[in-house]
């Protein structure tokens, strides 16, 4: 992670991780890094995901609708992933995030929105981190990933250039990113 603001590293005390340059401060509540006011416009989001957390999570449903339209979309599978470090860009609940991480990618899942506590709860594993941030300025050093997903989650944004710009950002060279709407 990287501070949003500036770039530069973050130092983690436990509660809060703070910015080593500009001396911005981030809380850490519930293991979840906040870079976003708690009440904001997404919250709408937040409500309908933690109220149906688990409605299209296909561990929880029994059915493998969630991992039949990730590989359709991006195209990738478990060879593709395993070991690779992937973006959930806009995780939501974490529909898409467990795929990933079912196909053993080392995962960073991000939502503006309180939706990421329904996915700290209906993901599992450790190689996970849940942070909730804005796309438009994600807390991400350049160049991080080596897999980028945004599914279905542009649309309900005011500036999907300046976020597909800065999800660009932080794929590597030579990485993969897909953008579905």
């Known amino acids: 992670l ?4 500036c770039q530069q590293p973050l130092k983690n005390s436990g509660s809060e991780l703070s910015c ?6 981030f809380p850490i ?6 870079f976003v006011p708690k009440e904001n416009y997404a919250e709408s989001f937040g409500l309908q995901w ?5 409605t299209q999570i296909d561990s929880k449903v029994g059915t493998n609708r969630s991992e039949s339209r990730f590989s359709d979309e991006t195209l990738w599978n478990k060879e593709s992933l395993n ?3 992937v973006l ?3 995780c939501g609940s974490g529909r898409f995030s467990e795929i990933a991480l079912k196909f053993g990618a080392s995962l960073i899942a991000v939502d503006y929105s309180s ?7 209906n993901l599992s594993g450790t190689d996970k981190l849940i942070v909730q941030g804005d796309l438009a300025s994600l807390p991400i050093s350049n160049e991080t990933f080596d897999y980028i997903y945004c599914i279905g989650v542009l649309q309900h944004t005011s500036e999907p250039a300046r976020i597909v710009s800065e999800l660009l ?3 590597k060279v030579g990485g993969e990113i897909t953008l579905t709407f």
């Open 88 to 90: 959930d860009a806009g």
């Open 2 to 5: 990287a501070c949003p603001a």
């Open 50 to 54: 933690n109220r149906f957390a688990s």
């Open 29 to 34: 509540i519930s293991a979840i890094p906040r």
């Open 169 to 171: 950002r932080c794929l």
């Open 115 to 121: 939706a990421v506590e329904a996915a700290q709860k």
């Open 20 to 25: 080593t340059s500009c001396v911005k401060t």
């Open 83 to 85: 070991g690779k470090l």
